[in-house]
């Protein structure tokens, strides 16, 4: 049962993750507001940790290896965002020192996500079993 539940959780994310996307691209929000980008590094990376758990079978795992699955994912999938960034032009390397410090707090909101996405499991695993 709590298979469900965290599928529909991470599901949900999903949409609202795409749906802020679409409206603060469209409206050059990520320009204008400059802490969007840390709301929306951080919903990515709990929707990539729980869909990731969601997918795993990790009966008889301990916590800590949950956690570590959950970092790696969403750190993964921020590192494929940022190199995804800089092939189309969003970022740019030249930007220097705001570049670096751009791409670290991002990658730190994914593994914030990821730790969320690693303790509503371990809730929902006790919640449920």
Do not use: P
């Amino acid at each position: 049962m709590f298979r469900k539940e965290l599928f529909k959780r991470a599901f949900w994310i999903l949409v609202l993750v795409g749906f802020l996307n679409l409206i603060t691209t469209k409206f050059y929000l990520h320009w204008s507001l400059w802490w969007i980008d840390i709301i929306l590094h951080f919903l990515g990376g709990l929707c990539v940790s729980l869909f990731v758990l969601w997918f795993s079978n990790f009966k008889n795992w301990t916590s800590t290896k949950i956690l570590a699955i959950a970092l790696v994912s969403a750190i993964f999938v921020g590192i494929l965002w940022e190199i995804y960034e800089l092939y189309v032009g969003l970022t740019f390397f030249s930007d220097g020192t705001r570049y670096f410090m751009d791409t670290g707090s991002d990658l730190m909101m994914d593994c914030v996500g990821g730790i969320f996405g690693f303790l509503y499991t371990l809730h929902l695993i006790k919640k449920y079993e």
